[in-house]
């Protein structure tokens, strides 16, 4: 893609920390550990919302994930993918080409047809190996993890590949979104105050 939006560190989550967080932002990606308290959140979540049945627009783009530890990159694809209007991407992506073909497909089809995307497979490992740290194998159990939040339509949806669907956090707009966000962001690190592996980065106009 080309650098006119980077991701970025937000230091934090109260207003003069995210205030320092260059605008407009397009996408949040949360890193989190995934401890007991957060799975068995998770699972009342999907059992209280399959019976609420909440309105998802159909131009969000949702992927599962069926790859071990690919979390960072299925994050990467909600990010980039629900905001194909906004972002500029080079003559030739993979990424875009994949998007494109994808889109029409379910979000188990869309996990399916990534497994078999051997340039986005290169990609994710090739730059999973320039980290300073050592990446993990892809069936190694990792108990960190990667979700992303957008604004589509005017609604905040958190997209996490091991959900079985997105889920909506309500109303948001492009002056807001940052903030908005981030209280969604509180709530994790409310589920869970003695954890510090938090990590929350966006994806802003460069």
Not at 38 to 67: C, M
Request: hydrophobic share 35%; aromatic share 8%; glycine share 6%.
């Amino acid at each position: 893609m080309r650098p006119t939006w980077q991701f970025g560190d937000v230091y934090g989550l109260d207003q003069e920390l995210l205030s320092m967080v260059p605008r407009p932002v397009c996408a949040v990606l949360l890193l989190f550990p995934m401890t007991d308290t957060y799975e068995a959140f998770k699972q009342e979540e999907e059992e209280k919302l399959k019976g609420e049945r909440q309105e998802v627009s159909p131009d969000v783009y949702f992927i599962k994930q069926t790859i071990g530890n690919a979390c960072g990159t299925i994050g990467l694809i909600h990010a980039v993918a629900n905001n194909q209007d906004r972002l500029e991407f080079e003559p030739d992506s993979p990424l875009k080409k994949f998007i494109e073909q994808s889109s029409k497909m379910s979000s188990e089809e869309k996990a399916a047809f990534l497994e078999k995307d051997e340039s986005i497979r290169v990609t994710h490992e090739s730059s999973a190996q320039e980290g300073q740290t050592e990446a993990p194998s892809l069936d190694e159990k990792v108990n960190l993890h990667f979700i992303s939040f957008v604004n589509v339509g005017g609604q905040l949806y958190e997209l996490d590949g091991r959900k079985p669907f997105p889920i909506v956090h309500g109303k948001t707009s492009e002056d807001s979104f940052l903030e908005d966000a981030a209280k969604v962001c509180k709530a994790f690190m409310a589920r869970d105050p003695q954890e510090l592996r938090f990590t929350i980065i966006a994806l802003s106009k460069d």
